[in-house]
């Protein structure tokens, strides 16, 4: 991790090469244009701007809820050497990366969490809550994170989110959870069954791949749980990643999943990845996209970099990241890391000066290329191709 290169994140615009003519991509939303709204430098006309703004495609929408993500367990089942929660690889070549300290959520922390957030909220005049349950791995410590959401409902829980690997998910913990407020779950897929279960393997050794899909099947079953399915990318298991979407699309309900297509970044820990930003990756990107769409799947749209509430503001004015013991960090990335706290939720944020070189924003701890234009040129590819895709079948209004 780099410090002291945090910056306030903005939503820009994005012009987009299509099809058929361009993509405006706003943070108030999407238009299609023509050659005729472009200058010879392909900028946006003054004209078109004007109308652009008018539209209020231009217009970010204000806050409206708190964002508060907790840490309940920084311990994990499984030994992913990519995980950004290793501090180094494991030496002997097995499954036991050695992990960030361990800490777990108990009720006296819950408390402190929640009257932290009480008083941000009241600074921010958000009177609602959106929650995020984070680990590690948050069901090794299943009743923290009941407990959490039972708690957070005089806060105003608007909506609340889990992010797991799925292995303990089962049916009857997922219907608690859901009467308490969990919407949807997001578990990651590192390729199909073989490539899957040489990567995100258990730390005593053994496969993932069927415990997860069986999971996430028996919860659709007996809860109205959305799963958001992500799918890392790398050299190791591209190839096969076409037939992963179709195994997922037999084993679930596609209508109520969301999936999504993610390169896996080199975190620091000497876990490298040689696929490449080309032209090559981009043509599978669209490939799985379009066959996830076609399938059922909802597969994200495009739109502008949107700021993060938590990180993107130094004052964590509108959101906040905590571990499991109570301590603050910038970010979701640098929870539970040595050297990378700023703040406690008993005594606040420390002040600016103290957390210069603490403070990175999401995307500032992968690094996934030198050349950072090659990786515009990859995202804006893949981004114009899908929308071009959802407009040419009908789905792009839905």
């Known amino acids: 991790?780099?410090?002291?290169?945090?910056?306030?994140?903005?939503?820009?615009?994005?012009?987009?090469?299509?099809?058929?003519?361009?993509?405006?991509?706003g943070p108030g939303g999407i238009a299609?244009?023509?050659?005729?709204?472009?200058?010879?430098?392909?900028?946006l006309r003054p004209a078109t701007e004007r109308k652009l703004r008018e539209q209020g495609l231009f217009k970010t929408r204000p806050y409206r809820s708190y964002s508060l993500t907790v840490l309940t367990s920084t311990r994990c089942n499984l030994g992913c050497g990519y995980c950004f929660q290793n501090i180094d690889q494991d030496d002997t070549g097995g499954n036991r990366p050695p992990r960030i300290a361990y800490s777990r959520l108990t009720s006296d922390t819950i408390t402190s969490i929640l009257e932290f957030t009480g008083r941000r909220q009241a600074e921010a005049g958000l009177d609602r809550l959106v929650l995020m349950l984070f680990g590690g791995e948050p069901l090794l410590n299943p009743r923290g994170?009941?407990?959490?959401?039972e708690r957070a409902a005089p806060y105003g829980l608007h909506r609340a989110s889990m992010t797991s690997n799925g292995t303990l998910l089962t049916?009857?913990?997922?219907?608690?959870l859901a009467d308490l407020g969990l919407r949807d779950v997001q578990v990651t897929f590192d390729g199909d069954r073989p490539e899957h279960?040489?990567?995100?393997?258990?730390?005593?050794g053994g496969g993932t791949f069927d415990a997860i899909v069986g999971n996430m099947a028996r919860v659709q079953e007996v809860t109205s749980i959305r799963c958001v399915i992500r799918v890392n990318v790398s050299h190791h298991n591209h190839r096969g990643i076409d037939e992963l979407v179709e195994r997922l699309a037999a084993a679930l309900d596609p209508s109520r999943c969301s999936i999504y297509f993610a390169r896996v970044g080199d975190v620091g820990i000497g876990y490298g990845n040689d696929l490449s930003f080309g032209d090559d990756t981009a043509a599978r990107f669209i490939r799985w996209q379009r066959r996830a769409v076609d399938l059922g799947f909802a597969v994200p749209r495009p739109g502008v970099e949107t700021p993060c509430q938590a990180c993107s503001h130094r004052d964590g004015r509108y959101g906040a990241v905590v571990n499991a013991d109570g301590t603050l960090y910038s970010c979701w990335e640098t929870a539970g890391k040595a050297g990378w706290q700023v703040?406690?939720?008993?005594?606040?944020?420390?002040?600016?000066e103290q957390t210069r070189d603490r403070w990175i924003s999401c995307d500032e701890s992968y690094r996934y290329a030198d050349d950072h234009a090659a990786l515009t040129r990859f995202h804006d590819a893949v981004?114009?191709?899908?929308?071009?895709?959802?407009?040419?079948t009908g789905r792009l209004g839905r």
């Open 197 to 204: 279960d040489t990567i995100r393997v258990r730390r005593g």
């Open 383 to 392: 981004d114009a191709a899908h929308l071009d895709y959802l407009s040419s």
């Open 145 to 149: 994170c009941l407990e959490l959401l």
């Open 171 to 176: 049916p009857s913990l997922a219907r608690r």
């Open 32 to 43: 299609r244009l023509n050659g005729g709204h472009l200058t010879p430098a392909h900028e």
């Open 343 to 352: 703040g406690t939720v008993r005594d606040g944020y420390l002040t600016a």
């Open 1 to 25: 991790m780099n410090r002291g290169r945090h910056r306030e994140a903005t939503s820009r615009p994005r012009l987009l090469r299509g099809e058929h003519g361009w993509w405006f991509l």
